[in-house]
């Protein structure tokens, strides 16, 4: 069997998508052609004032008959065949179709008057699909075939061999030509084809060869994005090591399992752990926040809120017993409904939001959590009687690497990665946050921070526009 | 009492590690490279092995785990991780990765001890 195939569509499958829809629109078109024809005949009798003869009456609607019997098929072998390159596939189809269509044209064109059928102008349909979706020389060789026959046909005709079923009621007289004519007829009809194949051909290819340098310009991308990928899981791998190795062994000083450890050594200590924890959350962040942008890899599945932010307080926030803090949960949902979406990146999200809460505020203070929801959406208010944020600096609190001027004066450790990063990961599920200081629970001293994240109960809307949200961070 | 391997090609966390499960009563063997874990993992048949997952190569710690499993050693084997899902890139239990549980480093002497007494009890 030819293959048809060029080689670079033999796994692609924009490809073979495009060939099945356009065969679907052939067949699509061919049903109206068929209740066109039957209405021509109908009509064409009534509305028209044709004279149709008794033959025409008879083999016009066989011939819709015929063509709706094969259009079937072909629809049912369509479902059936699979996009094999070596095997019997959609172009394989495109190109039954072709014949099918053009052997059952030349029936139509003799029974309507042959060189006087105005029916002859469809060939040059299949001519143009054909020519852009196989390769040249077969739409040459199918469409000589056709016009050989159709010079034939009509040969016959002028020499009255043949005897043409002209449609009355459409010329004055019965038409006659002579050989100028029916030469002329037929050089022009062949050239107007073959031209427009030459064409159509023409200009497929280079969308072809465009999309192939696309293709192959988009594997070179993933190659390249899987290097990149392994170079950044090394390159934290490598730093992660050293200051893992830093935490351990503060561990084992810490916990006296070197010598006994004098109370002012110990606090120094924990100053070695605390701030090689925020190296180490930092490039935990960098990376998540790296691979957020490169891949589009999130997963959905069902999540219950209320205990990720209460695993997070138990788990993570190690600030909360230390300092003495009020903490309140406010479950406000009129409905207790499940979030669709990626756990991991809620929780990370999450997390550093509540431990933002806590590290920044005094001692004996107080960190409300409230959640509240709508129909279709979740919000999850975040408050604390913190040290706040100013208002001139609110804006910029969620670029990367920014941190505010009064965090930075009262010494609190940090990276200022944490909220671009939940920022990402917010955006990634098409929720929205934002961010309020002064807060209802602060006080003179510490005016306070209210975080408010808005996440939409199922993101299937938002997928769209998941890609777009990725596309559009700087990276 | 029981007797643990610890496999891993940085010295500071092997004696970590070492310190912390020796004052725990525990007996330890050392190896810093996949070789030399393999061989004494052989001799002394020991009933837990810690593993960390990048040595030289990204994948060494992997690779001995199958090769474990290949030649029939069953003990089991808690895997040192340093990239895992807090950082997004889980490997997650499967064949390809025979090992019996994860450990994110750094981690606490306390969880240590927490995880190397959970899988010997289970064996």
């Known amino acids: ?475 | 009492m029981a007797l643990i391997a610890i496999i891993d090609d940085d010295p500071d966390i092997i004696e970590a590690s070492k310190l912390v499960l020796k004052s725990h009563g525990f007996d330890i063997i050392t190896a810093s490279n996949p070789d030399d874990g393999y061989k004494i993992v052989m001799e002394k048949n020991p009933d837990l092995i810690i593993l960390d997952v990048m040595m030289d190569e990204p994948d060494d710690g992997f690779f001995l785990a199958q090769k474990f499993r290949k030649n029939n050693v069953k003990t089991p084997i808690l895997m040192y991780t340093s990239v895992s899902k807090t950082t997004g890139y889980d490997f997650g239990q499967s064949d390809m990765v025979p090992v019996d549980d994860f450990v994110e480093k750094p981690i606490s002497p306390e969880e240590l001890i927490e995880k190397v007494n959970k899988l010997l009890n289970k064996n």
């Not at chain 1, 594997?219 to 950044?232: A, F, L, P, R």
Request: glycine fraction near 4%.
């Open chain 1, 1 to 475: 069997m030819i293959v048809l195939v060029p080689k670079w569509a033999h796994h692609y499958d924009e490809f073979w998508n495009a060939i099945r829809t356009r065969n679907l629109w052939f067949i699509k078109i061919r049903y109206l052609f068929v209740v066109a024809l039957l209405l021509f005949v109908i009509g064409g009798q009534n509305l028209l004032g044709l004279d149709l003869s008794y033959k025409q009456i008879i083999v016009l609607p066989l011939i819709s008959f015929i063509i709706l019997l094969y259009n079937i098929g072909i629809q049912l072998l369509r479902r059936n065949i699979q996009c094999i390159p070596g095997k019997f596939n959609p172009l394989h189809l495109s190109l039954l179709q072709m014949m099918l269509d053009l052997i059952t044209l030349l029936v139509l064109i003799y029974y309507t008057g042959a060189i006087d059928s105005p029916l002859y102008i469809f060939a040059i349909f299949h001519t143009i699909i054909g020519s852009l979706i196989l390769p040249g020389f077969v739409v040459y060789a199918v469409l000589s075939v056709y016009l050989l026959l159709y010079t034939i046909m009509i040969s016959l005709q002028y020499l009255g061999i043949l005897h043409a079923h002209h449609m009355n009621g459409m010329y004055l007289a019965t038409p006659e030509h002579n050989i100028t004519y029916v030469l002329l007829f037929v050089v022009i009809y062949a050239s107007m084809l073959l031209l427009s194949v030459y064409i159509a051909n023409r200009i497929s290819h280079q969308l072809y060869k465009r999309e192939q340098q696309l293709k192959s310009s988009l594997d070179q991308i993933e190659v390249v994005e899987e290097k990149k990928q392994k170079y950044i899981i090394g390159v934290v791998h490598e730093i992660k090591s050293p200051i893992s190795a830093i935490q351990s062994i503060a561990d084992l000083i810490l916990d006296e399992y070197i010598a006994p450890l004098p109370d002012v050594l110990k606090e120094k200590i924990e100053r070695i752990k605390i701030r090689s924890m925020e190296g180490l959350n930092l490039v935990n962040n960098v990376l998540f926040i790296s691979r957020l942008r490169l891949l589009n890899l999130t997963s959905t599945e069902k999540i219950d809120v209320l205990k990720i932010i209460q695993e997070v307080i138990d788990k993570r926030c190690s600030d909360m017993n230390t300092k003495e803090m009020e903490l309140n949960i406010n479950d406000k949902r009129t409905i207790k409904r499940d979030l669709q979406a990626d756990k991991i990146l809620i929780e990370l999200a999450i997390s550093n939001l509540i431990c933002n809460a806590f590290k920044y505020t005094p001692k004996e203070g107080r960190v409300d959590v409230d959640l509240i929801d709508d129909e279709s959406s979740l919000t999850i208010e975040i408050l604390d009687s913190g040290i706040g944020i100013p208002s001139s600096e609110i804006k910029n609190v969620m670029n990367e690497f920014y941190r505010a001027t009064n965090v930075k004066k009262q010494k609190y450790e940090g990276s200022g990665l944490g909220l671009a990063l939940v920022k990402e990961v917010i955006d990634l599920h098409g929720g929205s946050i934002s961010i309020k200081s002064p807060s209802k629970i602060g006080n003179i001293n510490n005016p306070g921070t209210s975080i408010t994240i808005n996440i939409p109960y199922t993101t299937s809307a938002t997928q769209a526009d998941k890609k777009q949200t990725i596309d559009d961070v700087k990276i």
